[in-house]
């Protein structure tokens, strides 16, 4: 080799190695924020009617706020398995309740391998141990909301006198104190509340306690024009609340309609005054991050495991496919890639978060993801070949509210959704009937749609590999 050429092989050399090495530092950091049950129209952000949520909505103002983010299968334990594998329920081996395989793919192991720093800590609902995790700290099962126990690496810690939402906030700002500085971090941090039995903590136990909370326009809904499925739903504000739920004996001498406008309100400030506490926590991993001059760099993101219903048509819950239980908040923030006060309403699922994870991160996902990155969204680009429907499939009957399985589609105005077991359909105009009050199925008017619907329904089972009972669908 000529002598004269090594010293600017030398500087290639460095050149090419700190670049790399900027590269890795620079990856940014992900602190995943899910709270359960959360519905999107409880934050303010989203326009809420009944609270204020000053944290979380901070993170919409200085980032991207996406208006159409839906869930594949509305129920804890699927959700949760459907945002660490990319993959729908008959995917990924949960549809239901039962036991996650962690020794399938999931983001945490990719971004673990590529040399972030991962940690989950709080509701992981998902029976099995957590894989993919340099550090976990659990809620065994559906956990406490006081005097917890969590399980971390294995051991079982009681915390008497502790709260569940400020001991999850607690542990998140100590994993990323205590991470190795030199690495990128992932951090999932799982908040227990807003759960049924909605137990606030003493701080904000009386935070409502004067409040009258607007009945919303669907709590009289008398279930007519609809499938037979939303009669059966054992999920009514006036008749399935119990007293766990509302934790006081009824004054006497109540009508019907008062004892349920005070069953209502009894639920309404126990569940708003458990996401004070979960926004309160919000803002202090926040205010960490700002701190520890991590912001910058940091993605941060918060959501729910999927809707819920705040007596909209009499409920409280979730499971069906209607828009309380369907929609998702997500507010994403991450300063240097996202301009803030950003709104965005392309349709993104909870199936598309591992995806962005991992370009963020640099990485490609495996094929086998059903996923997407909104990575293009953020960037302020919509892709000519964007998702314009999405797929929704609901498993779990009796348990524990009757909610009849179904499936659907779901576009930019309609909505289709199929009763399997009952042999019954809905067919909503979202545009003319957004309370979704009203099936438009039988009518004649709508039967090019209703073809339409039916068509991209078996379209997008077919092309999701839902085999499961599969035939295409005919009236």
């Known amino acids: 080799m000529n002598p004269k050429l090594l010293p ?61 983010c839906f869930v594949v299968n509305s129920i804890c334990t699927p959700s949760r398995a459907a945002i660490l594998t990319g993959k729908y329920s008959h995917i990924n081996g949960v549809p239901v309740f039962n036991r996650f395989d962690g020794s399938q793919w999931t983001v945490a192991k990719d971004l673990q391998k590529a040399g972030y720093h991962t940690g989950m800590i709080g509701k992981w609902h998902l029976q099995s141990d ?20 969590f399980i971390e690496m294995g051991k079982t810690n009681k915390f008497p006198g502790g709260y569940a939402t400020d001991l999850i906030a607690d542990f998140a700002i100590n994993f990323m104190e205590k991470r190795p500085k030199d690495q990128p971090f992932f951090l999932m941090c799982h908040h227990k509340a807003p759960h049924r039995g909605w137990e606030p903590d003493a701080k904000h136990a009386r935070q409502f306690e004067n409040a009258e909370i607007p009945e919303p326009a669907t709590f009289n ?30 004054p006497p001498g109540l009508s019907p309609a008062e004892l349920k406008h005070w069953k209502y309100e009894r639920y309404m400030r126990d569940y708003l005054a458990c996401i004070a506490s979960v ?27 999927q809707g819920f219903f705040l007596g909209d048509h ?16 997500f507010l994403i923030r991450y300063p240097e890639k996202i301009k803030a006060g950003k709104v965005n309403d392309a349709m993104i699922l909870n199936v598309d978060f591992a995806p962005t994870f991992l370009e963020y991160a640099g990485l490609t996902a495996p094929k086998e993801v059903q996923g997407r990155s909104i990575a293009p969204l953020l960037r302020g680009e919509k892709p000519k070949d964007w998702r314009t429907s999405m797929y929704y499939r609901y498993y779990h009957y009796p348990a524990d ?3 009849q399985p179904h499936y659907g589609v779901r576009n930019e105005r309609y909505k289709l959704i199929f009763y399997n077991r009952i042999n019954e359909w809905e067919l909503f105009d979202l545009q003319k009937d957004p309370h979704e009050l009203k099936s438009v ?32 669908i005919q009236k």
């Not at 809904?221 to 009824?250: C, G, H, Q, S, W």
């Not at 004649?444 to 499961?468: C, F, G, I, T």
């Open 279 to 305: 926004d309160d926590n919000v803002g202090r991993v926040l205010d960490y991050l700002e701190k520890n001059d991590l912001s910058k760099n940091t993605i941060v993101i918060y959501t729910s495991d």
């Open 401 to 403: 509210h009757r909610v």
């Open 8 to 68: 600017l092989l030398a500087f290639i050399s460095v050149t090419f190695f700190t670049q790399a090495a900027d590269q890795k530092s620079q990856r940014p950091n992900i602190v995943f924020i899910m709270a359960d049950d959360h519905a999107a129209h409880a934050i303010s952000a989203y326009g809420s009617k009944v609270n204020k949520t000053p944290n979380i909505d901070r993170i919409g103002k200085e980032g991207m706020r996406f208006s159409n």
């Open 130 to 149: 957590p894989t993919g995790f340099d550090y976990w700290n659990i809620l065994p099962g559906q956990g406490k909301y006081h005097d917890p126990s």
């Open 441 to 472: 199925y039988a009518d004649p008017k709508y039967a090019s749609v209703q073809k339409k619907m039916l068509a991209e329904l078996n379209r997008l089972r077919a092309d999701l590999n839902d085999k499961d009972q599969f035939a295409d």
């Open 221 to 250: 809904d008398d279930y007519k024009n609809r499938a037979a499925a939303a009669t059966e739903a054992t999920m009514r504000i006036d008749r399935d609340l119990t007293p766990n739920d509302v934790k006081f004996t009824p």
């Open 314 to 329: 009499n409920w409280f819950d979730k499971r069906f496919m209607y828009e309380e239980s369907l929609r998702m908040p």
